[in-house]
């Protein structure tokens, strides 16, 4: 139990265009996901947390406008990047908690590679 | 807001020895602190956790101590072997001022295990 997918595995946009992410929650339901960015060799880097019904909450630092996500249901939240530039380009990770797992472990998407030319 | 900082960056030790991990975090109102492995370009996997009202917890070969008052958490890993090799991410959990829960990384070590 507890999986956590994402689409695509791997993207390449050209700079200026937009690109949506899914993650979906297969086997649970989730009224919370986190969205993470993840440069080469660096940590991840909580973006956003994603809830279900309402808007997400940003972290610092994180433009709104440019990442734009929507929790539309119970198992599927979306990552769009829009006017996407060069610097963008990195790996995306959504992560999700399944309700029998409590209120604290995460499951992980498998990660989302964007590159941006 | 949370600080989590991990040390060391990198760590090779031989195969059948012992890795440690330490990490340390800023916000004492942090109540939750996984630990995650992660292989070369696949996804973190939660390896083992520990709540703050525990000092210690033990999964056969990985232990992870957690000293509330000194605000440090460390891995431990004994008879290390090759498939340990991963990077390892220390984490720190709070619900911040606004209600909701946010996890706080740290920067992750690269443990190479030598054959």
């Known amino acids: 139990g507890a999986v956590v997918s994402q689409h695509p595995s791997r993207v390449i946009c050209k700079s200026g265009t937009s690109v949506k992410i899914e993650c979906r929650s297969l086997?649970?339901?989730?009224?919370?996901m986190f969205w993470y960015r993840q440069f080469p060799k660096k940590s991840l880097m909580l973006m956003a947390t994603?809830?279900?019904?309402?808007?997400?909450?940003?972290e610092q630092g994180v433009e709104k406008d440019k990442f734009l996500i929507n929790h539309a249901s119970l198992t599927l939240s979306t990552l769009t990047v829009t006017s996407a530039h060069p610097e963008d380009s990195s790996f995306y990770i959504c992560?999700?908690?399944?309700?029998?797992?409590?209120?604290?472990?995460?499951?992980f998407g498998p990660g989302t590679r964007l590159t941006v030319t | 807001g949370e600080n989590v900082e991990q040390h060391p960056s990198t760590l090779s030790v031989q195969e059948g020895d012992s890795a440690v991990i330490k990490c340390t975090y800023s916000?004492?109102?942090?109540?939750?602190f996984p630990w995650y492995k992660q292989e070369l370009g696949k996804r973190p996997q939660l390896i083992i956790d520990?709540?703050?009202?525990?000092g210690e917890k033990k999964d056969q070969r990985i232990a992870v101590t957690l000293n509330k008052t000194a605000k440090h958490f460390s891995l431990h890993i004994t008879e290390t072997q090759p498939e340990d090799s991963a990077v390892y991410f220390c984490?720190?959990?709070?619900?911040?001022?606004?209600?909701?829960?946010?996890?706080?990384f740290g920067t992750g070590t690269k443990l190479q295990v030598i054959p």
């Open positions: 916000d004492s109102a942090s109540n939750y």
């Open positions: 992560s999700a908690t399944p309700p029998w797992r409590g209120p604290y472990e995460q499951y």
């Open positions: 520990i709540r703050s009202n525990v």
């Open positions: 984490a720190a959990r709070a619900t911040t001022t606004g209600g909701y829960q946010k996890v706080t």
């Open positions: 994603s809830n279900e019904g309402s808007k997400a909450t940003y």
């Open positions: 086997d649970f339901q989730a009224t919370t």
